[in-house]
């Protein structure tokens, strides 16, 4: 099984809050892979918003999504996008 990691900076404006998370995780779970998101000593399902909403990552701040599955690769490709837009 194929376990990918990524560490990006937030470049929202908004940071990963209301309308962002919902996108992020929206296509989170068009994968089947196990994604999580890691932001200093938090960890949270990349598929929950209300985990994406509690790591409260602002514009700047450094994450690291990890994704565990087949798809694992395509997943941190897309969820990258999201994050790293602005």
């Not at 309308?19 to 068009?30: D, E, G, M, T």
């Not at 514009?59 to 994050?83: F, N, P, R, T, W």
Request: no cysteine; net charge positive; proline share 1%.
């Amino acid at each position: 099984m194929t376990k990918v990691a990524k560490q990006i900076v937030v470049q929202k404006k908004e940071g990963l809050h209301a309308r962002p998370a919902a996108l992020f995780v929206q296509i989170a779970n068009k994968f089947d892979a196990k994604i999580t998101v890691k932001r200093d000593a938090d960890e949270v399902n990349g598929k929950s918003i209300m985990g994406i909403l509690m790591l409260g990552a602002e514009k700047g701040s450094v994450i690291i999504i990890e994704a565990e599955g087949k798809d694992a690769q395509q997943a941190i490709k897309e969820l990258e996008k999201i994050v790293e837009s602005e």
